[in-house]
């Protein structure tokens, strides 16, 4: 969903309910590289499951991160995700009639999304052309949401160079450029028009992003070059986990955080006292990958038997949870590299998997000027 033209820098601004992240790519020697980086907590009440409530203070929190970074940000456009709580993605089927695409579409969406088609900013990709019932992968957002994020970007001085699903930036940043789409605007390429050899001999395995939040999980399935579907996972998130390890070993929130990035899903580690806390979010990440296994299978006709598990997120970071996944799933588990597409890497690393989708926003213009 573009709002102006393109300009020739952007950064990525990834604005969710606890923090604020934003980065800036920069071309150095044909060399993708970081060029600025900043980040920043926002207090409970400014922002609640992706709805605004405090435009000024949410505003204020932007300018400082791009007025304090270490190494200054260059451009005054950013690429923004919408909060997935809020936006909606769905294939649907639609019937042949004589009027433009756009209209049946919004006939048909009341019967796919609980929005009225009127109050919502739409796009919409085809596939299928030659059938009597097309189909097509729509996404859409509430006017009003989309009007709270371009709003609080203008007081903090900053343009909307595009509005995008956090799904894909996610997607463009930990999946090597080959093995997803080359994308121009916010929905664009997620079905393809046109199906190439290199899908139709699936050259690159079916994978789930599992986006470990601080206040929810996001399950990805990517596939052929596309996402395929997205699951949001709310009972699942990094904040949940800390939250109740506090609670259960009397411990300050810095310190549980600490306990569970440090002992994780090790037996071993803190005596087992975090894995026995955390037992039944993983249990319950297992039955959703899973599941959403099993629907891919049967709602799509697809063969997952490559299935592969991408984790990122700053939830993710937590000792072993690769190695459990992997052992109780029987699928290859890896964690994302954001920087998977930055030739350039930083010297320091730390705490880069929470930048994920900011740096898979600031992606997008390299991506586009090579398309």
Same mark, same amino acid.
């Given at each position: !969903? $573009? ?9 990525? *601004? ?9 980065? @800036? ?10 060029? +600025? ?13 992706? @709805? ?56 048909? /969406?009341? $019967?796919? !999304? ?31 949401? =989309? ?7 203008? !007081? =903090? ?25 080359? &994308?121009?605007?916010? *929905? ?13 001999? $699936? ?39 800390? &939250? ?28 087992? +006292? ?17 599941? +959403? ?14 299935? @592969?598990?991408? *984790? ?13 996944? @992997? ?25 880069? /998997? ?6 898979? *926003?600031?992606?997008?213009?390299? /991506?586009?000027?090579?398309?």
């Amino acid at each position: !969903m $573009r709002l102006i033209g393109s300009p020739k820098k952007i950064f990525g *601004l990834d604005i969710s309910d606890l923090s604020i992240k934003a980065i @800036e790519i920069g071309i150095r020697a044909g060399k993708k590289y970081i060029r +600025a980086m900043g980040s920043a907590a926002v207090p409970l009440g400014y922002i609640e499951d992706g @709805e605004i409530k405090n435009e000024e203070g949410v505003a204020e929190i932007i300018k400082k991160i791009l007025e304090k970074s270490e190494k200054k940000f260059t451009s005054k456009y950013a690429v923004l995700s919408l909060p997935e709580t809020k936006t909606f993605i769905k294939v649907i089927e639609i019937p042949e009639k004589n009027q433009p695409v756009k209209e049946t579409i919004r006939e048909e /969406l009341p $019967r796919h !999304m609980p929005i009225s088609s009127e109050d919502v900013q739409m796009d919409w990709q085809g596939n299928n052309e030659d059938q009597k019932n097309k189909k097509f992968l729509v996404g859409v957002v509430p006017q009003s949401v =989309a009007e709270e994020y371009t709003n609080v970007c203008k !007081m =903090a001085g900053v343009g909307v160079a595009a509005l995008e699903i956090e799904a894909q930036a996610i997607a463009r940043s930990v999946l090597a450029e080959e093995n997803k789409t080359k &994308d121009i605007n916010w *929905l664009s390429k997620l079905i393809n028009k046109k199906d190439s050899p290199k899908n139709k001999n $699936r050259d690159y395995p079916p994978k789930i992003i599992v986006d470990f939040g601080a206040t929810r999980t996001s399950l990805i399935l990517v596939d052929e070059g596309f996402i395929q579907f997205t699951n949001n996972l709310n009972k699942i998130s990094g904040k949940n986990i800390t &939250d109740k390890i506090s609670r259960e070993l009397s411990l300050s929130e810095d310190e549980a955080e600490k306990a569970k990035i440090i002992c994780g899903t090790n037996p071993k580690r803190c005596k087992g +006292a975090v894995l026995k806390i955390i037992n039944n979010n993983i249990d319950e990440l297992i039955n959703e990958i899973i599941n +959403a296994d099993n629907f891919y299978q049967t709602h799509f006709g697809k063969d997952t038997s490559s299935l @592969e598990i991408v *984790l990122c997120g700053g939830g993710a970071n937590m000792f072993n949870l690769d190695g459990i996944l @992997e052992d109780r799933l029987g699928r290859k588990v890896e964690y994302g590299d954001p920087l998977k597409n930055i030739e350039t890497k930083p010297e320091k690393r730390e705490g880069l /998997l929470s930048y994920t989708t900011a740096i898979g *926003l600031a992606l997008r213009n390299y /991506l586009e000027k090579n398309d």
